[in-house]
């Protein structure tokens, strides 16, 4: 089973940036995709980007499309997600999830996911 870990969340004030990293291991080869989910208290969970480990091809949702920018290294087994003009309801827990489908823009084809890292966006 692949692991994911999360990482550079934290408090920021609106309008700044942020960049998320999330480092795989364990077994990768499966992987179609890696996305990123964020939820925020009393929400649904909402998939934000999605990128194809192969091709690099990358999804976004309208939310999120302009400001959110998902890339990946597969040298480094890592993918990140930039966020830039944060705004306060983008505050939330962030995940990222691997596919092993190759429907990676519908959420339902995410099925392993890592523990999450808090983004707090003041206004």
């Known amino acids: 089973q692949v692991q994911l870990v999360e990482s550079g969340g934290g408090l920021v004030q609106a309008g700044g940036s942020l960049r998320l990293s999330c480092a795989a291991s364990?077994?990768?080869?499966?992987?179609?995709?890696i996305g990123w989910f964020r939820q925020a208290p009393g929400s649904e969970r909402e998939l934000l980007a999605g990128?194809?480990?192969?091709?690099?091809?990358?999804y976004y949702t309208d939310s999120v499309k302009g400001r959110f920018t998902i890339s990946r290294d597969n040298a480094k087994n890592t993918v990140y997600l930039q966020m830039n003009s944060l705004k306060p309801e983008d505050t939330a827990i962030y995940y990222c999830?691997?596919?092993?489908?190759?429907?990676?823009?519908?959420?339902?084809?995410?099925?392993?996911w890592g523990q999450g890292t808090q983004v707090t966006v003041s206004a």
């Open positions: 999830a691997a596919a092993n489908t190759h429907y990676y823009t519908d959420p339902y084809a995410y099925a392993h």
């Open positions: 364990g077994r990768t080869s499966s992987t179609y995709a």
């Open positions: 990128v194809g480990w192969a091709d690099g091809d990358t």
